[in-house]
């Protein structure tokens, strides 16, 4: 899908081949959390999450993924943004910026009402990121990741 990106960059839901990607990205920026290359692996093969990739001509640089669409206690329909990742050296690049405003828009066509996700605390450029995507902080779940870091809940109503 065009997406009028500085650098080219488009965006479109991944395939089962991609699962390798989504693996090697998330060991790169996600191990120091936990064995989230393994628990993304999960999600991404469940048949309930939605994963979309960015690619550069025809590199993969970079993924975001939706979970499962569930209604909340106030029937609300909520999906959790389960994560946003780039590349390291494509860092800076609005790929993120690119990643979000797609994932959004996906969120919309499923109806989603409102978005959560989980951060680490200490993730400035992850916080900054979904700050600039219009979401709210929550509440601090404290030792969220298996690594034991403390976890920043946000949320947007989209
Ligand atoms: C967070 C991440 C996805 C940002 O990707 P990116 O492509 O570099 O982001 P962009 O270039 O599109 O920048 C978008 C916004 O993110 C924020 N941001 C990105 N890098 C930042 C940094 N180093 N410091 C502070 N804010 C930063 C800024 O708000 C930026 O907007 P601005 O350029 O107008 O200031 C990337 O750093 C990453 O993959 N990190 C590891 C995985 C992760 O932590 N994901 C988030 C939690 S799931």
Redesign the pocket.
Known sequence: MRTGHKHGVTVRPARGVDADYVRYLSKE??QQYGPYDEMLVGWFGSGTAVTLLALMGKRAV?FAMLGRVEPAWDDVQVSELL????EPE????????LLMKEVERWAKGLRVETLVLH?SVD????R??FE?HGFSALKVKKGFYPEGQDALMMYKNI
Not at 123 to 126: A, H, I, S, T
């Open positions: 920026v996600f970079g994560a946003v990742a780039v494509k860092w800076k690049l609005s790929i993120g910026d951060t993730n400035l450029p992850g900054k990121l600039k």
